[in-house]
């Protein structure tokens, strides 16, 4: 009797420790898309500080334990890009990220050969452009820090913290090699305060399409076009 009694106290004793870990313990659930409603396969989530988590299936789907304690869910790209959100208790939680998140890169628009750039003082046809004429449009699908994030990697661009650099400009004979910044058709000394959500475009110039702001041009012309 003794020994039954011992038993039953043994097994009620586990239910409980089961009872109880199983309620400091949530699943979380989710599904994580680009914007174009596409699943991101192989994509890392984890919460709080953790240093492994699980990794989104070919569906774009996770499923992971987390304590109830968690209080952010974290997303990582393969790229090494980052996102994250608040757990506040919830158990589903998706995310939808740019695409710059898939590694895949977008393909660009093929540019017509009487495609019209602004350059400063009126447009031109780009076929009757000698020099290079670089257009950035803004893409809304990714993040930018600041104005200079946008301009960072593009073509004959060299960015460095808040200075910029245009290669194969006209040679200059002054000590700066900053180029001349045109925002919406005003020079401008700095560029620092500009909302990268409020840029439509931005065009960069140098060698003759440059030479029509004068010595001014020498070091390359960077027309900032902000939406209206």
Do not use: W
């Amino acid at each position: 009797m003794r020994r039954n009694i011992q038993a039953f106290a043994l097994c009620l004793f586990m239910s409980l420790i089961t009872v109880v870990s199983s309620a400091q313990e949530i699943t979380i659930k989710g599904k994580v898309t680009d914007l174009n409603n596409k699943p991101v396969k192989g994509a890392s989530i984890f919460v709080d500080d953790a240093a492994r988590g699980v990794k989104t299936n070919k569906n774009g789907v996770y499923e992971l334990t987390a304590p109830t304690t968690a209080k952010v869910i974290r997303l990582k790209s393969k790229n090494g890009e980052m996102m994250e959100q608040q757990v506040n208790g919830r158990t589903g939680i998706d995310f939808e990220v740019p695409v710059s998140f898939t590694g895949v890169k977008q393909p660009e628009a093929p540019e017509s050969p009487d495609e019209q750039v602004n350059v400063g003082y009126g447009t031109m046809s780009k076929k009757n452009l000698s020099s290079t004429v670089t257009k950035v449009d803004a893409d809304q699908k990714i993040v930018y820090k600041d104005i200079y994030d946008m301009l960072r990697g593009r073509p004959g661009v060299q960015v460095s913290g808040k200075s910029v650099k245009i290669q194969g400009g006209v040679t200059s004979f002054n000590l700066s090699t900053e180029p001349l910044y045109v925002l919406d058709g005003v020079i401008v000394s700095y560029i620092d305060d500009i909302n990268p959500l409020e840029v439509k475009s931005i065009e960069i110039l140098k060698g003759s399409a440059a030479a029509i702001y004068g010595s001014r041009g020498a070091n390359g012309v960077i027309l900032i076009t902000r939406k209206k």
